[in-house]
């Protein structure tokens, strides 16, 4: 979908950037990562021409883009940027349909666009088509940012460290609000950070730079687990291994039969007819299968009491959902003091659990994606 053949950008003696070819499939999200100055933002840039490049070419799908001019590639390209740059003077709603009202959309068409992308980017069209950007919050501006970007339906979306100034629960929250419109959307993304985190949680391949010069191009399992030089080595951090957890989802090695019961009304019943479990902990669930706790059949066999048997808990803060990344529900279980975790989806439905040997296992084996499930679970 993208092509750079030999870019070269030099400013005088300087040479922002030497020789870069790489190739961005159709659908594929392509980081660019270095350190300062590598020359990411410089190639970014040159894709849509708001820098020209000094030789090289550069083709988006089967057209050179130096076959037509800089406004109409522009027009066919998303751009979202850190700073945002919402215009101050016009609402939400305007801002989001700056580039189709320049491409001649009707008003209707316009106007049911801003509520489509303002419902995927999380925000309520009612209350915010209306606002101006000084109403809204860093992140909120950041959602607003992403869906002019995406406002045209561009098959091109160019994003410049566009979540960098926002603070990291945000950060979080939007790297989550891409992941998902990306899945969706499958639009072919060329992504400038600096965050190895983010690279790694959001890339199909990255493409690591260093004094203008390609590094490594290569997926970011490969990245952490085959670096191609000791730059690339020490670049991807000394915890590669935790990092690849970033990579791997909670539902591939989520254990789906998990001992539960449901409590009824009466939950000191259930707590004496689960202690004939064969494993510590039961969970413990409504009559429409929503986590409500867990019972420990352990200390029942001990003779403890039905009631000191049962933990009630809000499953809004002790669960993860089938989506969220092992290195996030590691973090939760720590956090939490769990050896294992529940997992629900988003009405608190218990869906299984993941546990601490799962991931431990993940971490040492050498292809994150074919771990197994834990040996055993429970919930705590």
């Known amino acids: 979908m993208i092509r750079l053949e030999e870019v070269t950008k030099r400013y005088g003696e300087t040479l922002a950037v030497d020789r870069l070819s790489l190739e961005v499939g159709e659908g594929e999200v ?6 300062s100055g590598c020359g990411k933002t410089t190639t970014l840039r040159m894709i849509n021409r708001l820098i020209e490049p000094t030789s090289g070419r550069i083709m988006v799908g089967d057209r050179d883009i130096t076959s037509v001019t800089p406004e109409e590639l522009r027009r066919g390209l998303g751009y979202a940027i850190q700073s945002v740059g919402l215009f101050p003077h016009l609402t939400v709603a305007e801002n989001i349909v700056t580039v189709p009202k320049l491409l001649g959309w009707e008003a209707s068409r316009m106007q049911a666009r801003v509520g489509e992308l303002l419902s995927l980017v999380g925000l309520d069209a009612t209350s915010y088509r209306g606002k101006y950007p000084r109403e809204l919050s860093g992140g909120e501006a950041q959602r607003v940012g992403v869906a002019r970007a995406l406002a045209a339906d561009p098959p091109v979306l160019l994003m410049d460290e566009p979540f960098g100034a926002v603070d990291p629960l945000n950060r979080e929250r939007l790297q989550g609000e891409f992941a998902r419109i990306q899945k969706e959307l499958h639009k072919t993304v060329v992504f400038v950070t600096h965050d190895v985190d983010e690279a790694i949680r959001l890339a199909d391949r990255i493409a690591l730079m260093r004094d203008g010069r390609l590094q490594q191009y290569d997926t970011p399992e490969n990245l952490l687990d085959h670096p191609a030089s000791k730059f690339v080595h020490d670049f991807m951090g000394a915890d590669r291994a935790l990092k690849r957890l970033g990579r791997v989802r909670v539902d591939a090695v989520m254990r789906s039969e998990v001992p539960r019961i449901s409590d009824g009304s009466d939950a000191v019943a259930a707590a004496q007819r689960a202690a004939c479990t064969a494993e510590r902990f039961s969970y413990l669930v409504d009559q429409d299968g929503r986590l409500e706790g867990w019972i420990d059949c352990r200390l029942l066999d001990r003779g403890g009491s039905a009631e000191s048997a049962i933990t009630h808990v809000d499953w809004r803060a002790t669960t993860v959902r089938p989506d969220t990344s092992l290195k996030e529900a590691l973090s939760h279980m720590l956090e939490l003091g769990f050896r294992s975790i529940a997992v629900t989806d988003e009405t608190g439905r218990l869906l299984g659990d993941v546990a601490l ?16 499930g834990p040996a055993e679970g429970g919930a705590q």
């Open 30 to 35: 392509c980081v660019l990562i270095g350190p």
């Open 357 to 372: 040997a799962g991931i431990e296992t993940t971490l040492t084996e050498g292809d994150a994606y074919s771990a197994g």
